[in-house]
C-alpha cells in the first residue's frame, strides 16, 4: 500500500514538472521569436538608413585631417614656452 501511494506521488510530481517544462519552454520559444522580430525590425531600418545615405539629397560630411596651420602653430608654440 505504501509502495502504491509513493508510486502514484511520484507518477503526479513527475506530471507536474513536464508540465512546467513544457510551459518553460513555450514561454522561451516566444521569447526567441520577439527576439526575432526586433532583429528583423532592425534590418528594415538599417535599408533605410543606407538608402537615405545614397540619396543625392544627403551629402556626407568630410572632415579634413590635416590641422589647421594657425591653430597647430599656436598650439606648438605653447608646448615650447
Known sequence: MVDELKYIYFKEEMEATRKRMKTKQETKMTLIDRNLTSKERGECNAVVDVEMLNSPSVEPKVES????????????GLIAN
Open 65 to 76: 585631417e590635416e590641422p589647421d596651420d594657425k591653430n597647430h602653430g599656436r598650439q606648438l
